[in-house]
């Protein structure tokens, strides 16, 4: 199966009007409506899951935090950082929700992998790591059998507005950035390269 694809990218875009961009879309969509990816960046944000603990946030300083309706804990998006948003009907792609993250995982670690960085998933940890740093997140939203929030991947971002939080609930996790691994360190770089492996996992073609 290979279902056609609408790629976005948008640059450095704010994340609440993303957010009610993607909501907007996935409540007006119908079952002829064409998915989406897009690819983009957030100026400094940090966003609570809809079940969050928001004692995971330590200490935000002036960077605003922003409760959303995705899974997960607490993160942070902000410039230098890749972020994809998978905007994809999951009854046409034939997808659960556990198999779309095991693809968004593997999409990335198949692409970190040419650049020499061996990553891995966790079973109960959603998210891709190297030695034990995380280096990607994950957090989606499923309504109407249609998802959308989606990814994020350091690249050569800010880590230390990771070090005022528990990243994704968890106490003193360590996180990385391909910049300090040998990989890129521009989100133009990831995203060329990312984006053939989320086709190929998703079993998706670019529709231009």
């Excluded at 922003?66 to 410039?79: A, F, I, Y």
């Excluded at 910049?179 to 995203?191: N, V």
Aim: contains cysteine.
């Amino acid at each position: 199966m290979n279902i056609p694809v609408i790629v976005r990218q948008t640059g450095l875009a704010d994340y609440a009007a993303t957010l009610a961009d993607m909501q907007k879309f996935n409540e007006e969509r119908t079952p002829e409506t064409p998915d989406e990816i897009w690819i983009l960046e957030h100026p400094p944000v940090y966003t609570l899951g809809i079940n969050a603990d928001e004692s995971h946030v330590i200490d935000a300083g002036n960077i605003p935090v922003v409760k959303v309706d995705r899974g997960g804990q607490v993160t942070w998006h902000g410039p230098g950082q890749l972020v994809v948003y998978a905007l994809i009907d999951l009854g046409r792609a034939r997808l659960g929700v556990r198999d779309l993250v095991c693809r968004l995982e593997a999409a990335i670690i198949e692409t970190l992998a040419g650049y020499g960085i061996v990553a891995e998933g966790r079973e109960n940890a959603p998210g891709v790591y190297v030695d034990g740093a995380k280096i990607a997140s994950v957090g989606l939203r499923v309504r109407r059998n249609c998802c959308y929030h989606g990814i994020s991947v350091n690249v050569n971002n800010n880590l230390e507005p990771f070090t005022r939080i528990n990243p994704c609930g968890y106490e003193g996790l360590a996180v990385t950035r391909t910049a300090d691994l040998g990989g890129p360190d521009k989100s133009e770089t990831l995203a060329r390269d990312l984006l053939p492996a989320l086709l190929k996992n998703l079993g998706m073609s670019h529709e231009s």
